[in-house]
């Protein structure tokens, strides 16, 4: 019998879209391997890794009087360490990604009872309408051929009137070979403003890891959102 193997991910291009099964085993690939593991370095030469908890605090993303937080796409968990540290003792906090490779090394770095991890895909979350009061969705979006089809799912989680960061790559040099490294997409304020508002989240303020950054335009696209 002539064994049989799974076909080789096809490898998603800017404005190439994929199909959701060629989506799901590019990313499983993708990150699962080399890639998934040089995020921890990448973090740290972006200085993102460094930086990551000025998004977060009573003057930036405030998540204190929130109980169910999710971190969506949450990668090596950088983001999910932020809201624990940051989130009320009771909070509960949920933390999914596609990539069982990465949610490995997540549950390495965030060990703590108040946090649950699960494998579950943007496009199409396992969670109940309104389940969670606060999200955070970083560098993920950049995936998927329309952004709509990860936001929408975000705003039906997420309570009305409540708040979401959202990280994307942004359209700029910088940005630009970042979408060469993780062969992904790249996104104009513009365009993602107008992303947001079709999936029901309002743009409330634009944030920035320094003032450096902010001067010279770097670090992405980096907003706290609000559901209608």
């Known amino acids: 019998m002539k064994a049989t193997t799974s076909p080789r991910p096809k490898v998603p291009r800017a404005g190439k879209p994929l199909s959701f099964s ?33 998004l977060f605090g009573p003057k930036a993303f405030d998540v204190r009087g929130c109980k169910r937080l999710l971190d969506a796409a949450c990668g090596n968990g950088r983001y999910t360490r932020c809201l624990l540290h940051r989130a009320d003792a009771d909070a509960a906090i949920t933390a999914f990604d596609l990539s069982p490779g990465m949610l490995k090394r997540a ?48 705003a039906r989680v997420l309570q009305p009137k409540r708040k979401m960061q959202l990280l994307a790559t942004e359209q700029t040099s910088l940005g630009w070979v970042c979408a060469k490294l993780w062969n992904c997409r790249m996104y104009g304020r513009a365009e993602m403003r107008r992303a947001c508002e079709d999936s029901g989240l309002v743009w409330h303020r634009e944030l920035w890891f320094t003032p450096a950054h902010q001067l010279f335009k770097m670090g992405g696209v980096v907003v706290e959102l609000r559901r209608e």
Do not use: M, Q
């Open 22 to 54: 060629d989506y799901r085993r590019w990313v499983r690939s993708h990150y699962d391997g080399l890639p998934g593991a040089l995020t921890a370095v990448t973090g740290v030469i972006n200085g993102h890794e460094l930086l990551a908890g000025r």
């Open 107 to 154: 549950r390495k770095r965030v060990a703590s009872p108040r946090v649950t991890f699960a494998a579950a895909d943007l496009t199409r979350l396992p969670y109940a309408d309104a389940a969670f009061d606060a999200v955070v969705c970083g560098w993920v979006l950049e995936h998927l051929s329309d952004p709509r089809d990860g936001l929408r799912e975000l």
